[in-house]
């Protein structure tokens, strides 16, 4: 009897599990979904009002109320969870638990009388921000921004780096030419220089020299047409990143119904050993398709075939138990779980 206890408990922990983290589960959950975006808001919506408009009564009541929702579900989470160590690794989780600091701690250390007015406001401005956050988690196709900018990165530090360059040599410029009325120190000038490369140049400066005037009109030609070289390269990789969508959000599937199920890199190496039945390390198309459904994973033939030349890095039809472990987990919860050592032994495993 004890032991259908445990299974019984299990069996309830998983579905709770599944409730929260897949709002398709269920018409409940995804009532339970919309409503937790919906507390987000009012939270944010109070916060600010807060914050703006000081005089009014105090809204950290039904903040407070609010908040409790989504303390609740975060204690929820942490208990029925089928991994505590990935629990806390967890971006999202780590943003639920701050912004229900945020909003609770200005308002104890205020009462309390360790915080004046003046710092409590400068603390609550940053709360609506940290609570938005919450909302990460329900936007899946954000990690498509994420990867147009980690695509873009390569060209951007020399882009950025000629641009300051411009920036230094046209602020150096000003302060030579503009009388000390005008640009009194060259903070002033690298001020006005970068209000004119990123706005259209109105500022409390005007230049009064026929040269400074001149600088400032080829400076504002310039900075127009080379300002959007960084935006295109951004822009393009995105439009990149948006026709791979489809592939990539796959992927982030995969890796969430991997967390979700608690495996960890242990339990992935037991299930490719009894899979790799030549002791090679790696994998067929047929034979990965059998181990999406041992983990718990559903998806097309067509949609898994993608997912599996995501993996095939050497594009022979094989998939690498040290490509399919580093695609599954982050590196940093490798190096957490098999250590340095291991990692490297994967290959010769």
Known sequence: STFLGEESRWHLKRAIWRYLEDPTSSRIATAHHHVSVLVTMACVSLSLCGVMFPSLPSTFLPVLVLNAFVGFEMILRFCVCPNRSMYLLDFNNVVDLLSVAATILPEILQWAGHWGDDVAISWKVCVPFVILLRLLRRFEHFQLLTSAFAA????????LYTMLLIALL???????????????????????????????????ITPVTILGKACAATLVVSSCMYTAMPIGIVGSAFGKVWDDRERLLLMQQLQRKVARAGYTPDDIERLFKRLDQDGNSELTFEEFKVLLPM??????????????????????????????LLGVFPAQQIYLKLGRRRLASCEAW
């Not at 873009?152 to 882009?159: D, I, R, T």
């Not at 994973?297 to 399919?324: C, E, L, N, W, Y």
């Open 152 to 159: 873009a990165a390569a060209a951007l530090p020399v882009l």
């Open 170 to 204: 046209h602020a150096g410029v000003f302060y030579l030419l503009e009388p000390r009325e005008v640009i009194p120190t060259f903070q002033e000038s690298f001020w006005y220089t970068l209000y004119i490369m990123f706005t259209v140049g109105y500022s409390s």
């Open 295 to 324: 983990m718990g994973i559903m998806m097309p033939d067509d949609s898994a075939h993608r997912v599996f030349q995501t993996f095939d890095k050497a594009d022979d039809g094989m998939v690498d138990f040290r490509d399919f």
